[in-house]
């Protein structure tokens, strides 16, 4: 079975020869592990996707994230100057913002003048574009995207190895880019003070994201990524969920999925009260559940819950185990995962949210031989191995 098939087995219900494979790497570990200068990284789509590229071979990973889509081929005349030194680079644009690049981490950017955010008592969400211009990606950090390129390096990965590898787009959820649009402190009260006018901007939102999801869905990918990182219990109750996320999610779940392309809702944190809210979205799986101490998911229970209904692409803690654990300890942590997740399939052995940066490369090379040697089915589970 090939990794695309194996993958496409795992998403859809079926029975695949192994447990599959495949993590989200940070921005920080795929820099150290691939030595490419950062702002290239960032800008450059053919230094993206040959580092993506040299990655999952690296790990033999069953799939390749293309987390950053839409790159400028222009951007470097756009480049006023670069301060090059060990921590990173400090690229000053012609506009005069700036952006420092670190070696193993997220790009810092300092406009030269501070972004206004429109007052959301009087947004009218038509004045919202017929689909987004850009990622919102962290801390106030746009990736923005270039209307003429904007699949370039999705079609990219997928002409170069998408007839053996599962390939992923991803989009954000609309929540993300409402807290981004208004700040979060406008943001939240105003879900409180004008609901209605809230729901107005998530739908606009939302039209938008269906428009951008179907175009990464033509692009021939086998599944797309819902980033939706901050829908977990630890910031939102699940009253919230249901009024403010889910609809939204949903919809736009569904028409990737109408296209037939596979969606999995990434959220962050604790998820383990509203996995069934989960699991109705009309998405074919959910990734990241978190264990503890990160969140409070186990997966037994979460396969016992939903593991019917939808592909698990979890669970490993990436901070406590793959960045600081012993080699040792890493084995026997993906090793009851993989026993806890093969019996009826539709589970893909991954971190539950990013590789972190500094983790040891040997950590995560480890996951695809225990994949081998206890994930296939009529492997015998071993004994307790200690693991909670």
């Known amino acids: 079975m090939t990794s695309k098939a194996r993958m496409a087995a795992a998403m859809s219900g079926g029975r695949p020869d192994r447990v599959p494979v495949m993590c989200q790497m940070s921005i920080g570990h795929m820099l150290r592990q691939t030595g490419t200068p950062p702002s290239r990284f960032w800008h450059s789509a053919g230094d993206f996707v040959e580092g993506l590229i040299a990655l999952r071979a690296l790990y033999r990973f069953d799939g390749i994230l293309v987390s950053l889509h839409g790159h400028a081929p222009d951007w470097e005349r756009r480049i006023a100057s670069v301060a090059r030194g060990p921590e990173g680079e400090r690229v000053r644009w012609t506009n005069g913002d700036e952006t420092f690049f670190p070696v193993d981490d997220l790009p810092v950017f300092r406009p030269a003048a501070p972004r206004a955010r429109p007052e959301f008592a009087r947004f009218d969400p038509v004045s919202l574009p017929p689909r987004p211009g850009y990622i919102p990606v962290s801390q106030g950090l746009r990736f923005e995207l270039d209307p003429a390129h904007l699949f370039d390096a999705v079609a990219a990965v997928v002409d ?151 592909f698990i692409k979890g669970n490993i803690d990436p901070v406590h185990v793959l960045l600081a654990g012993e080699m040792e300890a890493v084995r026997a942590d993906a090793r009851r995962r993989v026993e806890t997740g093969r019996p009826g399939g539709r589970f893909i052995l991954s971190t539950a949210c990013s590789v972190a940066p500094l983790t040891p490369r040997g950590h995560v090379a480890l996951l695809a031989d225990v994949a081998e040697e206890f994930g296939r089915s009529g492997v015998e589970s071993g004994p307790d191995l200690g693991y909670k």
């Open 160 to 310: 170069r190895t998408g007839g053996d590898f599962s390939v992923h787009g991803e989009v954000t959820s609309p929540l993300d880019y409402f807290l981004d649009l208004f700040g979060f402190e406008q943001a939240l009260l105003g879900f409180v003070d004008d609901p209605g006018r809230a729901a107005a901007v998530l739908d606009r939102l939302t039209e938008g994201l269906v428009a951008l999801g179907e175009g990464l869905a033509a692009t021939g990918v086998d599944a797309i990524k819902i980033s939706s990182p901050y829908a977990g219990a630890g910031f939102l109750s699940t009253s919230f969920y249901r009024t403010f996320v889910l609809p939204y999610e949903s919809r736009l779940a569904r028409a990737i999925e109408a296209r037939n392309v596979r969606t999995y809702i990434h959220t962050c944190g604790d998820i383990h009260d509203r996995l069934e809210l989960m699991a109705g979205a009309g998405a074919s799986g959910i990734e990241c559940l978190d264990p503890p101490p990160l969140g409070r998911v186990e997966l037994a229970d979460a396969k016992r819950r939903v593991g019917d209904r939808l």
